[in-house]
């Protein structure tokens, strides 16, 4: 248990350092009125998340159930908003709430599209090469079936 638990929160601190990173990059690399490279670095920013879940998805859904390492990638990602929310713009110097409502909720809901988009990938790539949990043990349940030889009916 303390396994799965350390590997949440990996994924949880991973997914906020590429936050950080880029919301550094933006405060020292771009001047404050360089909007068009502010929206860059982000896009750059969900794209990465993107492929850490999708990646993260696709090597947990081999070998665990998808109830499983789902609730576990949900939790990560839960973290993960949450600190980059309300942690992220205090390290650059700003105020969670500094540009009000709307930018607050719109990254709520790009986080959750980027990462809800890219755990989907990573599955639906596992899925299709018949190399997720599912698949594997339908595999390993038809190769046992087809191995032993049919008992015939006494009557």
């Known amino acids: 248990m303390r396994e799965?638990?350390?590997a949440v929160g990996m994924l949880a601190l991973a997914l906020f350092v590429v936050n950080v990173v880029a919301r550094l990059i933006i405060r020292f690399g771009f001047d404050a009125d360089d909007t068009a490279a502010a929206d860059r670095v982000t896009l750059g920013m969900f794209v990465t998340l993107g492929l850490i879940l999708a990646s993260v998805a696709f090597v947990w859904s081999r070998h665990r159930p998808a109830a499983e390492w789902g609730a576990d990638v949900a939790?990560?990602?839960g973290v993960a908003l949450a600190l980059t929310l309300f942690v992220g713009p205090l390290l650059v110097g700003k105020s969670p709430f500094g540009d009000g409502a709307g930018t607050f909720f719109a990254q709520i809901?790009?986080?959750a599209?980027?990462?809800g988009?890219?755990?989907l990938l990573g599955y639906l790539l596992a899925v299709a090469l018949g190399l997720d949990h599912r698949s594997q043990r339908l595999k390993r349940y038809a190769e046992t079936k087809?191995?032993?030889p049919r008992k015939p009916v006494r009557r």
């Open 4 to 6: 799965r638990w350390r």
């Open 75 to 77: 939790a990560a990602i």
């Open 109 to 111: 809901w790009l986080y």
């Open 113 to 115: 599209a980027a990462s």
């Open 117 to 119: 988009i890219g755990v």
């Open 146 to 148: 087809a191995a032993k």
